[in-house]
């Protein structure tokens, strides 16, 4: 009797060592999304460099394409972008028809550059601090358009001048920058030196609300 029971009971422990495998494998998928996915991506981030993200959230859909909207279609120079994140506003520059040999997007964190890589292997993405925009971009290229999710309202001020300093730098005269802020009615033109405000949208779907700001670089200031 001993013995047809140990026998019974084999398929049960078979069982259990079965469900406890793919329980295994289930929490390592788990960790895993979480580590790769946009939002786990996003969260991590956030966690350790929260001042670099400077949001609580990704870009909602409304917000990337609010900024895309802004891009002009024609013309052949580049189209920067700054702070690309986990890509909502790369997918949404995308979806308005730029093309992908134009789209050159620049990211600081590691992370997030493997995961654009990843996500966008058309798309030049380069690893690199925007306050020395100037040696990430190809010598000699025109640049078009820079849009920018950086947190500029919570960076340090002269790391913010040195990056608006490299914008104006990088970009021709009447060319634009696309920057969004949660600042719905921030007034902060002695910032932007260099650059006229020619216009300003409102992501209000967005969590929190954000304002889609638009800037030409002035055709008297030093290039």
Request: include cysteine.
């Amino acid at each position: 009797m001993l013995k047809n029971k140990n026998i019974g009971a084999i398929p049960l422990v078979q069982s259990l060592r079965g469900y406890h495998a793919r329980y295994q494998s289930d929490i390592h998928r788990l960790v895993d999304l979480v580590h790769t996915s946009s939002p786990g991506l996003f969260l991590r981030e956030l966690a350790s460099r929260p001042e670099a993200v400077g949001a609580v959230l990704p870009s909602s859909r409304q917000l990337a394409r609010q900024m895309a909207a802004q891009v002009p279609l024609e013309g052949d120079g580049l189209v920067v972008e700054l702070g690309a994140g986990t890509g909502s506003v790369t997918q949404a520059l995308l979806d308005r028809g730029i093309n992908p040999q134009r789209l050159w997007v620049v990211e600081r964190s590691a992370a997030f550059v493997q995961h654009l890589r990843h996500r966008f292997p058309m798309l030049t993405v380069v690893g690199g601090d925007a306050a020395e925009l100037d040696l990430l971009l190809p010598a000699n290229r025109r640049v078009d358009t820079i849009v920018s999710s950086l947190p500029l309202r919570s960076l340090p001020i002269d790391t913010v001048a040195a990056i608006l300093g490299k914008c104006r730098q990088c970009l021709m005269a009447d060319s634009q920058l696309v920057q969004f802020t949660y600042a719905l009615w921030s007034h902060d033109a002695a910032l932007f030196q260099g650059f006229t405000e020619a216009g300003s949208h409102y992501a209000w779907a967005n969590l929190p609300p954000a304002r889609v700001r638009v800037f030409r670089r002035d055709s008297s200031a030093a290039h």
